[in-house]
């Protein structure tokens, strides 16, 4: 059981960066294929990033690419969505999910955080 709790959103304007963070709990943190997800506002959730147990495989969505950076901190339990170059379309809820023992955009997710919201000013 992994409990998933997401902080550092916010409101910035079009071009501004924000880190998110997520800090989860147990102690098998890094047998977790860890995951960041957002839902916009009358759209689907859609997926964003993705690391693999140590953080060195990463997967992206297209439209993120070259602007996001996930990292993890098995130490910490944390994982962390750098976010540049931010875009009003980037305004959604982000979510931070936990797949056991698997990684990568396809993996079933079985934990998930609440949320934070991500405003983007245009």
């Known amino acids: 059981q992994v409990h998933l709790v997401e902080s550092g959103g916010g409101l910035v304007q079009a071009g501004g960066s924000l880190r998110l963070s997520c800090a989860a709990s147990?102690?098998?943190?890094?047998?977790?294929?860890m995951g960041w997800f957002r839902q916009a506002p009358g759209k689907e959730r859609e997926f964003v990033s993705a690391?693999?147990?140590?953080?060195?495989?990463?997967y992206y969505a297209d439209s993120v690419k070259g602007r996001f950076t996930m990292s993890r901190d098995n130490a910490k339990n944390t994982v962390y969505l750098q976010m540049n170059s931010l875009k009003s379309e980037d305004t959604a809820v982000y979510y931070c999910?936990?797949?056991?023992?698997?990684?990568?955009?396809?993996?079933?997710?079985?934990?998930w955080g609440q949320g934070t919201q991500v405003t983007v000013s245009s």
């Open positions: 999910a936990a797949a056991p023992n698997h990684y990568g955009p396809l993996v079933a997710y079985d934990y």
């Open positions: 147990g102690r098998t943190f890094s047998s977790y294929g």
């Open positions: 690391l693999s147990f140590t953080g060195a495989r990463t």
